[in-house]
């Protein structure tokens, strides 16, 4: 059995479903797969480029065995770090990530000074002791925009064009009304032009604003990877880093008042 480390993701909902019985063995590998259990960190890091400084975390904890997931207690789960650093490939800028500061959320960290910037490459280095050095590099993605003069809102729907850049592997859209929000998500093809119609209904009152969001390749890639806690079933590593487990990626952000 694949010792598969827990993945925490902020923003994600994992849905296990199937009727297999506990011990019915679940989709397993055509191949031989190494499931020697290796140490590591475990993280899941975004880079928002939204013109605000501060918004991007990145959340460090370290894998965990099959064993101690159904423990009743985990034992150092948030190890002490050397340095969390995310570097700007064009200007070699480091930004040296810090703990939030809030005790009930400890394995956060974050660089007030950062204003990710769209199109920039950046590389991220995690240093803590008895641990491999965890690295990883993401391009942020174009920011998304909506074709000039295409939107249009009217009770119950919306429709748009959104200009699609081949830097963006995923879109997700939020429509903002005062009590809550909706989600659309959008798979690109190969349009340049994605035309988006969007019902919903007329008591939610009217949409306060649209969010495009831009998600890179790791982000798209690491969402959609297999991930459960099935007994005796085989998932593959979705990780995007090296020498650790999880995801450091990137998304551009851009709100349309309505």
Known sequence: MNMKPLYLLAWTIFLISGCDMPQDPGPMPSEIVATEFEPGLNILGVLRADNQQGSSFINVNRALTTEEIYSDSIINFSPALDFVRVSASSTGTDYVFLPAGDSSNVENYQDTSLTVQVGEAYSLEISAPDFPVLSAYT??????????????????????????????????????????????????????????????????????????????????????????FLPNTYHPDGSTVTGGYGCFGSVSITTYEL
């Not at 391009?139 to 699609?164: C, D, K, M, R, Y």
């Not at 988006?196 to 790791?218: F, H, Q």
Request: include cysteine; proline fraction near 7%; hydrophobic fraction near 40%.
């Open 139 to 228: 391009q942020v993605p174009e920011q998304p925009q909506l074709v000039a003069n295409t939107l249009s809102v009217a009770a119950g729907s919306i429709s748009f064009q959104l200009q699609h850049q081949t830097s963006a592997f995923e879109y997700k859209l939020y429509l903002i009304f005062p009590d809550g929000a909706l989600k659309k998500l959008i798979k690109p093809t190969d349009q340049d032009i994605i035309a988006v119609d969007w019902d919903y209904e007329v008591t939610k009152g009217d949409p306060r604003s649209l969010m495009l969001c831009a998600l890179d390749e790791n982000l798209t890639r690491y969402e959609n990877s297999p991930i459960s």
